[in-house]
């Protein structure tokens, strides 16, 4: 069965550090999603392509994160600096966009720890 | 913009026991899907069930059933005959048809007892 692919499950760096984790989603699906999880709350979505293209970062704080997926597969999440508040569950997940009517599938995650 | 509110933090019940969790939200689309997402412990989330705003009979699969009120924009999923392997997180969501991005609840963390 496809699954989402996430890299690495767990990060532990200090603050100030640079960290970058790798989705790999389900072959076919136009549509990547980057949440993050703080313990004990729902995902807040940070940013969600279609193909290649951002369609909302709204959320996504650009002066420290970036993302990016260059050919529409799969996709890089960085965080430079990291802070303390950053330490939070990230959460891939991929759809079949266009007339999909709303599953996402989410990989395992990856789990930071900011030292 | 969308909310979604789940007002149970934590549930416990008995293996066998049927079990309600509660989820509003606020909207003024009159398209969407709500779903519930279930993630179990060091594990991935997974679809539970999926709910077209437009259709007024409430979705099953097999176990799991909502009981969907549009006018009083709530969402309760109801979990019968309840398992052990159902011990997990509970997120009710929100996607405005053509949106195609979730809005979460804060989750309810639900506990099956032997």
């Known amino acids: 069965e496809a699954e989402v692919a996430q890299s690495p499950r767990y990060k532990i760096t200090e603050k100030s550090q640079a960290v970058a984790f790798w989705c790999d989603p389900i072959?076919?699906?136009?549509?990547l999603y980057w949440y993050r999880q703080i313990l004990g709350q729902g995902p807040e979505l940070l940013v969600q392509?279609?193909?290649?293209?951002?369609?909302?970062d709204s959320q996504l704080p650009k002066d420290r994160f970036s993302a990016e997926r260059l050919k529409g597969v799969d996709s890089t999440l960085k965080i430079q600096p990291a802070e303390l508040g950053d330490s939070a569950m990230y959460l891939c997940?991929?759809?079949?966009?266009?007339?999909?009517?709303?599953?996402?599938?989410f990989g395992e995650g990856s789990r930071l720890t900011v030292l | 913009a969308q909310t979604v509110t789940q007002s149970q933090p934590e549930m416990s019940v008995q293996e066998a026991e049927t079990v309600t969790l509660s989820c509003t939200y606020d909207?003024?689309?009159?398209?969407?899907?709500l779903f519930w997402y279930k993630q179990p412990p060091s594990r991935q989330m997974i679809l539970v069930i999926r709910q077209e705003a437009y259709k007024q009979q409430n979705a099953t699969e097999n176990r799991f059933s909502v009981n969907f009120q549009k006018a009083a924009k709530s969402f309760s999923l109801k979990i019968s005959d309840s398992q052990l392997g159902d011990t997990a997180m509970y997120f009710c969501?929100?996607?405005?048809?053509?949106?195609?991005?979730?809005?979460f609840g804060q989750g309810t963390r639900l506990t099956i007892n032997p």
């Open positions: 969501a929100f996607m405005r048809k053509g949106a195609q991005k979730l809005v």
């Open positions: 072959s076919g699906h136009a549509t």
């Open positions: 909207t003024s689309e009159n398209n969407y899907y």
């Open positions: 997940a991929s759809g079949l966009g266009g007339a999909n009517t709303g599953e996402l599938f």
């Open positions: 392509f279609q193909d290649e293209s951002v369609v909302d």
